[in-house]
């Protein structure tokens, strides 16, 4: 996978502690962001896959048999 070089702004409060955590750890600010938004889109994924869940128990939302897909492909 490539590497996509991006800029943030972040509070000085946030980022003097990334850079004293990064110090301590021995490991680059980048990665540790990358570490950091990988365990919460991973968080993120579990909300709306739990969100989507409750929406099928309570009948909010339409479920197409797969029968019904395989016979569209």
Known sequence: M???????????????????VAK???EKKSRLIAKALTFYLDYLDT????????KLEEGKTEVIPAEEVFKGL
Do not use: C, F, W
């Not at 490539?2 to 004293?20: F, M, P, Q």
């Not at 909300?47 to 409750?54: F, S, T, V, W």
């Open 2 to 20: 490539g590497v996509k070089r991006l800029n943030i702004t972040l509070d000085e409060e946030l980022a003097l502690e990334l850079e004293r």
């Open 24 to 26: 301590e750890l021995g």
């Open 47 to 54: 909300k709306i896959a739990e969100e989507r869940l409750k």
